[in-house]
């Protein structure tokens, strides 16, 4: 039995905004209850995918902003519609003669010599989650808020990954310069700042730095001891109450959401202390990121453990073409878990 799609996205909605209304919280319960059934039951398969496809919907629209947000200094996001063919422009003063593609989980080089434009080739992006049914049995908002909180994350993880190994990719091959590259032991607050320097050169905005918390305060740490002429009251207060500094030299700092994937807490899913600086205010951002279409999910259920697996999955495009206005920092010695 189906129930009224556009009232559940509200519900959830509301549940996910901390906006929820009088009964919000008995009827996320009741919706529970009849998608799962009892414990130890079999959940409906129809309500289940319908359960499942309006928490993947939320979690994208969560993901939207989210998206804009982190990708804007060093993307050109735009949606498409699935089966149409898009066209890149390339600038023409780029002279590009390759472009660097994500496909699957590798890195594919394009040959565009002479031309103005290539055709995008969208690829299938997908990764999955669990979640436990009885997590949700009381209707508690925070639960739901966390489960529509993983898609969002999960959706942005596509993509960062793609970027990651694409970057990751044109630093070996020379499409990234090594005048943009710094990799040593005891990486100082000058070099940071050296790299900084060089994409401001660049662009003339100011530079992104995307990394794990650790790396962030690695150098954070001593902007504050080294440049106390410039460490205003209001960025002492962010230090002391943020959870990540946002503020390091001449560039803002935005951390990477980077998890744990051992039971000791020892292994984190990417490097700790390897950092990426995008420029800021780049005419022509190095990526280009066409989405084709919205978030599909594939629901299966485990008799075993009666968790509710999920994949999740995103037809996209996703090249570089612009690789000096990317740099690259790796802290060999100073930075771990």
Do not use: C
Not at 152 to 179: C, E, F, H, Q
Not at 270 to 289: D, Q, S, T
């Amino acid at each position: 039995m189906r129930l009224d799609i556009n009232k559940l996205t509200g519900l959830f909605s509301r549940a996910h905004d901390n906006k929820m209304e009088t009964g919000d919280q008995e009827d996320l319960k009741q919706l529970v209850k009849r998608t799962f059934g009892e414990e130890g039951q079999i959940p409906d398969p129809s309500m289940l995918h319908q359960f499942n496809e309006i928490i993947v919907r939320a979690g994208e629209k969560d993901a939207k902003q989210k998206v804009t947000d982190l990708f804007s200094v060093f993307a050109n996001v735009r949606p498409a519609r699935r089966g149409t063919i898009e066209k890149v422009n390339i600038p023409q003063n780029l002279k590009a003669r390759m472009v660097w593609s994500a496909t699957g989980s590798g890195v594919d080089l394009k040959r565009v010599d002479g031309q103005e434009s290539y055709v995008a080739e969208p690829e299938a992006l997908s990764t999955g989650f669990y979640y436990e049914p009885l997590s949700l049995v009381t209707g508690d908002q925070t639960q739901f808020q966390n489960l529509i909180n993983t898609v969002s994350d999960a959706k942005i993880k596509l993509y960062l990954d793609a970027v990651l190994r694409i970057m990751n990719a044109s630093v070996t091959s020379g499409k990234i310069p090594s005048n943009n590259v710094i990799s040593g032991d005891n990486l100082t607050i000058a070099q940071y700042n050296k790299v900084a320097s060089t994409l401001q050169r660049v662009t003339g905005g100011r530079p992104l730095f995307l990394a794990d918390t650790l790396l962030i305060d690695h150098f954070a740490d001593q902007h504050a001891s080294t440049n106390k002429e410039l460490y205003t009251e209001k960025m002492s207060e962010e230090y002391l109450t943020a959870l990540n500094p946002t503020s390091i030299g001449r560039t803002t700092a935005v951390n990477l959401t980077n998890p744990f994937i051992d039971e000791k807490n020892s292994v984190t899913e990417l490097p700790v202390n390897k950092g990426y600086m995008f420029a800021g205010g780049a005419n022509r951002k190095p990526f280009e990121v066409i989405e084709y279409g919205g978030l599909r999910q594939q629901t299966d259920t485990d008799i075993e453990d009666e968790r509710v697996k999920v994949k999740i999955s995103q037809d996209a495009s996703i090249t570089l073409a612009q690789g000096n206005t990317i740099g690259v920092i790796t802290e060999n010695s100073s930075v771990s878990v």
